[in-house]
């Protein structure tokens, strides 16, 4: 089994929109895969409930356990990749990164994104220290506010616009 957490310390950074979207991206590739939302908002749940998703979404919450139970209860889950969205919380990251194979760390460009990004970093060396397998990590740039798009203007070509997503739909 391949566990993979989405992790930043920073609410609202992307972190569920990732998860569901890379489990959506490796299922659609043929994996067996599992999204664990252990995050009490349980927002990867609520999608699930919207949404007609081709995975199955677990929640497992990290409030209802022990650290090792919920270590246990996610290593049960029957799926060779499992993607876990976390809450943004010290406990919630540390328990997921040490379960982990791979985390991504969603970050935008705003100061206090990157003040978190530093903070979640942190989290992963305390954790990597404690432990001998391999832990890779990938910081993935991302705009939770806005996307570029491109319009023509018939006397000066192209130019970028930024509209909210919402706007695109
Ligand atoms: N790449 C993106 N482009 C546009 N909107 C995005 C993008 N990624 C996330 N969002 C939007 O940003 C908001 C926050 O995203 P999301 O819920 O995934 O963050 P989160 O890190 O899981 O938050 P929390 O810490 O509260 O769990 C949502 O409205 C989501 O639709
Ligand atoms: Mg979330």
């Known amino acids: 089994m391949t566990i993979i957490t989405v992790a930043q310390r ?5 972190k569920t929109t990732i998860a569901v979207n890379i489990a959506g991206e490796f299922t659609r590739r043929n994996y067996n895969v599992a999204l664990v939302d252990s995050d009490p908002q349980a927002s990867a749940c609520k999608w699930a409930g919207l949404e007609n998703l081709e995975f ?3 929640e497992i919450g990290l409030d209802n356990f022990t650290i090792g139970n919920w270590v246990q209860e996610v290593r049960s889950v029957e799926a060779d990749l499992v993607v876990i969205d976390t809450a943004p919380s010290e406990r919630h990251l540390g328990a997921s990164i040490a379960v982990s194979d791979l985390i991504l760390v969603p970050c935008t460009a705003s100061g206090l994104d990157i003040e978190a990004t530093e903070q979640t970093i942190a989290i992963i060396k305390a954790v990597r ?7 890779a ?7 939770t506010e806005k996307v570029s ?3 023509p203007v018939p006397a000066t070509g192209y130019f970028p616009v930024r509209v909210r997503c919402g706007d695109l739909e």
């Open 149 to 151: 798009v491109w319009f």
């Open 137 to 143: 990590v990938v910081l993935v740039p991302n705009d």
């Open 10 to 14: 920073k609410g609202g950074a992307g």
């Open 129 to 135: 220290g404690r432990r001998s397998s391999p832990l």
């Open 56 to 58: 199955p979404v677990y």
